[in-house]
């Protein structure tokens, strides 16, 4: 269904309960966390048997309100005219906090409120995916040696899509693209994922030779 059909069908079936957690789109982010970027065919078909080859509906793109996100079969992020057609996945949820209250920064950190994952404050720039890899690996930063790059679906409650250069509410965010650790399998795997805080906060694949900024992280102790 169209993106005005998918929000109507996601409220219709608040009309079929009591419950005070109303159903409603994912935003990008919440429907992030759910693809799979290790498969090869459709990156929700882990969860659900019949996404193979579908795209699904997410929120609405601030930067042109003719149109919205969605998530295709490769799991990448776009944004399409609100009048095509994609499948839909409702979601209701009351305890995620707003994006502003998802960081709780330090000097030298910053720690995930949702994930509990521990980011760098610094970051680095102008590394391919091997470098940015390796970079991290090699990272004693704050006196820690277990920091790693961090995989595509952590990335994604980075992403606020609500601001514009950068998408993001976390603290010191540069305008620019961030790699994450996962492979881009479905047929090229010389290329990785990328999240783009430039400008709207995509989710996309580039070369593995491209050079973008590397953020690390580490799970909390």
């Not at 009591?18 to 290790?38: F, H, K, N, Y």
């Not at 659900?48 to 990448?76: C, M, Y």
Request: aromatic share 14%; proline share 5%; hydrophobic share 30%.
């Amino acid at each position: 269904m169209d993106w005005t059909l998918a929000n109507k069908y996601c409220s219709d079936l608040n009309n079929e309960g009591t419950s005070s957690v109303m159903w409603r789109l994912p935003a990008p982010d919440e429907l992030l966390t759910i693809v799979d970027s290790g498969l090869s065919v459709s990156a929700l078909a882990d969860i659900f048997t019949a996404a193979s080859g579908r795209a699904f509906w997410s929120g609405t793109d601030n930067r042109n309100s003719e149109k919205a996100w969605r998530i295709n079969e490769n799991g990448a992020l776009e944004s399409v005219e609100k009048t095509t057609e994609n499948y839909v996945l409702c979601v209701r949820i009351n305890d995620y906090p707003p994006v502003e209250n998802r960081f709780s920064p330090t000097p030298e950190t910053v720690t995930g409120n949702v994930s509990g994952l521990i980011w760098q404050t610094q970051y680095a720039s102008s590394k391919s995916w091997g470098e940015a890899l390796k970079y991290c690996e090699d990272s004693t930063y704050a006196g820690y040696s277990d920091w790693r790059l961090s995989n595509k679906n952590e990335l994604a409650p980075l992403l606020n899509y609500a601001k514009y250069k950068p998408a993001s509410y976390f603290p010191d965010m540069p305008t620019g693209h961030f790699w994450s650790s996962s492979t881009f399998v479905n047929k090229y795997t010389s290329y990785a994922w990328e999240v783009d805080l430039n400008y709207y906060g995509g989710m996309i694949t580039s070369t593995k030779t491209y050079k973008n900024y590397v953020r690390c992280v580490r799970n909390a102790d």
